[in-house]
């Protein structure tokens, strides 16, 4: 008994799905063309054969390990066969389960026929071996709104699989889940200007990029909201752009103005996301600038920070994450914008990204684009897995932080801690690159003069305006007058450890940590109650935190000095601090 489904690829072909079939794997061949890695088949039921199959993508690991070889027994969880190009059947294997090792085999089973119903229409009228009424309700049953039933267009037509599209097809309607959606972009060059939106699609057999542009983001944008289901035709296809591209897939998608999309209701088999992750002790192998899907714990969470962009001036908003996995590595995982000042790491939850950007950024340190998408607390076996081990000792465990190499991080007393000593000693700050480390420091003296300074009132310029003497400020950057202005804080303060002190800069939001006071607030006790604007100064003094500080040797005037600037500070947080006091003990007396 071969113990193989016979006669199921003829039942397949001709539209049934019958559940959980049993079939041969007699030979793979990988397809040519692109970076993209894809498996054609030669499949056996032990009456037919047929190579008009190919394994989903998300397979590919299990060719790589051997798991899945020639002439290995394999039964198909889930598959869908698909009509493509002159009316041929192409069917995809998505999910399987090897029962029998090629080992375990040792060859091919039976003496198959070829089948092709194109060149043997006579086979198309072969008798299903399904002759039971329990068979049949078992065929029937797999049919309505589950991947067993093959998917049809609003038309009538044929669904064709996203991993299937290539720029050589005219018509094709595939049916796919807007997993992510970018917020609306606008460009002006020398050509002209315009705007777009791109989102990325997903369906049982892959993903693919779309991109809309001009008339197209007017009659798309709001119509189409991610995690729905929507049948999309009519869209030219080309070579994707994988500086822009994250997605597994060698093409990418244009609308225009033939591009029809139509909402579609029924569609609960379509996946919701799809990832490829990648473990934390991998990372240290990788290329820098390298697009990857990670999970993990949020371990910690920095608070809310602001940056200027040097390319466009703007004020950005940003959190520090520390994620763990179950390889015992921990990472920073920077978040941007509303998604930074609206996430909540206090629950510890586990975090899922898709294309988040590696970078060798002191050490190893990974960034939310705008490509990007996060998922909190997922529900997928990788996620309560992990929340698992973090739960039942993950927690406690002992971690080595891949974005702790050149310093970087938080505030906190795991990033790079150093002494004011050693930092001298060791010449941070000397070399091409900007250096970062932490320390524990007492503020000493803040120097009150030029601490404030009346700022641009507009969204994320910040640049001094000048009083013109009528009511009226001017901002040179922005080439406009305005009735009011911002208090900015830029403060000169000393700050001394049990080894030196070090005079540093302070800006803004860290400045406002000092001094437990707005900037807002303290201009106004400048103007109205010079006697508290003193008092404020004053406590401020010998008051311990964290600090984290960016050296750098800068030249002005022909005249080079090291500048130190205080990247995020926090309140000493004293159990912190003694566990980095309890461990390098350990480390001295080699207990660890």
Known sequence: MSGLSNGVIVDITNGAHPEDPIVQILSMKRMPNGAQERFRILLSDGKWSSS????????????????????????????VCNTVQNNKKVLIILDLTVVRTAEEVGGKIGEPVVFDPNKNPQQEAAPAPRTTPLAAQTAQRNVPNTSAS?????????????????????????????????????????????????????????????????????????????????????????????????????????????TEVTPCHEASDIPTMQFNFVPLDQLESLEKDTIIDVIGVCKEAMDVTSITSKASGKELRKRDVQVVDDTNREVRLTLWGRQAENFDGSQQPVLAVKGAKLSDFNGRSLSLMSSSTLQINPDIREAHKLKGWFDNGGNTAETVNLSNQ?????????????????????????????????????????????????????????????????GLYRCEKCNREYDSFNWRLMLSANLADISDNQWVTVFQDQAEMLLGT???????????????????????????????????????????????????????????????????????????
């Open 150 to 258: 093959p998917a049809r267009t609003p038309a009538g037509g044929n669904v064709h699989p996203i991993s299937l599209l290539t720029p050589y097809q005219n018509k094709w309607t595939i049916r796919a889940r807007v997993t992510h959606k970018s917020d609306l972009r606008t460009w002006s060059n020398s050509r002209g200007e315009g705007k777009l939106f791109s989102m990325d699609l997903l369906d049982e057999s892959g993903e693919i990029r779309a991109t809309a542009f001009n008339e197209q983001v007017d009659k798309f944008m709001d119509m189409i909201e991610v995690n729905k289901v929507y049948f999309i035709s009519g869209c030219t296809l080309k070579t994707a752009n994988k500086q822009y591209s994250t997605l597994n897939n060698d093409y990418e998608m244009t609308f225009n103005k033939m």
């Open 52 to 79: 008009f199959a190919m394994l989903a993508t998300q397979l590919n690991s299990k060719v790589a390990s051997g798991e899945i070889a020639n002439n290995c027994v394999i039964k198909m969880n889930r598959y």
């Open 518 to 592: 707005t900037s807002s607030e303290l201009g106004f006790m400048r103007e109205n109650n010079p006697d508290n604007f003193q008092n404020i100064f004053t406590e401020a003094a010998f008051k311990n935190f964290s600090f984290k500080l960016r050296v750098k040797m800068e030249t002005y005037n022909d005249e080079s000095r090291l500048k130190t600037t205080v990247v995020a500070c926090s309140p000493l947080e004293p159990r912190e601090y003694n566990r980095r006091l309890i461990s390098e003990i350990k480390q001295m007396s080699g207990q660890s």
């Open 406 to 470: 050149r310093g970087g991080g938080s505030a906190g007393m795991g990033s790079n801690f150093k002494t004011f000593g050693e930092a001298k000693l060791e010449n941070l700050g000397s070399g091409d690159q900007a250096d970062y480390y932490t320390t524990k420091a007492s503020v000493v003296l803040i120097r009150k003069e030029n601490c404030l300074y009346s700022a641009c009132p507009s969204d994320g310029c910040n640049k001094k305006v000048v009083d013109m003497n009528n």
